[in-house]
């Protein structure tokens, strides 16, 4: 007879084989991750592979993300205490969850209604309470210019560089930059007023941002 594994024991496993091994080497992060089980914020139906090595669907044709993905995302934002956080495309909320545990406030927009009443039933079921979930376009919302932490979850075609306006000086931007079928991660910093860096961490693929603009193609 085959003893299931206990909660903690996968996601010790998820942590330690796919996250760390993922180049995740920050502990807080890893602690962080060992501390949220993910199968309380997967869709019914994909409980069995919560832990699993790949991006889980949601509704409209988004994804929850990869555990590793997450790990490689709160490693480079390096969200703290008294961080305000801006998260675009809530998802499942479990990268809210994850980013919650870290910061002072996690302000998270999703596009879609049904996608962020099913997160904020998940994230009050586990007792997040410094996560504001709404709905909104990312795209049209005027957005202050006032995070310590911007993450997009989903990716740019092309850059668009509101963004990194709403960032405090010293504040982190993680995006996801290209058209397929090869992304770049980017994390940009503000380092003045009028000034960011730049860095390519790694490549994967995610859908795009609803309504983000669209590199011209040429026809021939």
Not at 61 to 87: F, N, S, T, Y
Not at 112 to 128: F, K, M, P, S, Y
Request: charged share 25%.
């Amino acid at each position: 007879m085959v003893t299931p594994m206990s909660t903690e024991s996968v996601l010790d496993q998820m942590v330690m084989q796919q996250v760390r091994a993922w180049d995740v080497l920050d502990d807080r992060v890893l602690e962080v991750m060992r501390r949220i089980p993910r199968e309380r914020y997967v869709p019914r139906g994909y409980r069995e592979v919560a832990y699993a090595d790949t991006a889980i669907p949601l509704a409209h044709g988004q994804h929850m993300l990869a555990p590793k993905v997450v790990g490689r995302i709160l490693q480079a934002v390096q969200a703290a205490a008294l961080d305000a956080v801006l998260e675009i495309g809530t998802g499942s909320g479990y990268l809210t969850a994850c980013l919650a545990a870290s910061a002072r406030v996690v302000h998270s927009i999703d596009i879609h209604d049904d996608i962020v009443a099913a997160a904020r039933e998940r994230l009050a079921a586990n007792g997040v309470g410094n996560a504001d979930v709404r709905a909104a376009d990312a795209f049209e919302a005027q957005i202050e210019p006032r995070y310590n932490v911007i993450v997009l979850t989903g990716s740019l075609p092309r850059y668009d560089e509101r963004f990194q306006q709403a960032l405090e000086s010293g504040g982190r931007l993680f995006a996801i930059v290209g058209d397929g079928p090869v992304m770049s991660a980017r994390l940009v910093r503000r380092v003045s007023a009028s000034s960011w860096t730049s860095e390519d961490l790694f490549e994967t693929w995610v859908e795009p941002l609803v309504h983000a603009p669209r590199t011209a193609r040429f026809v021939f």
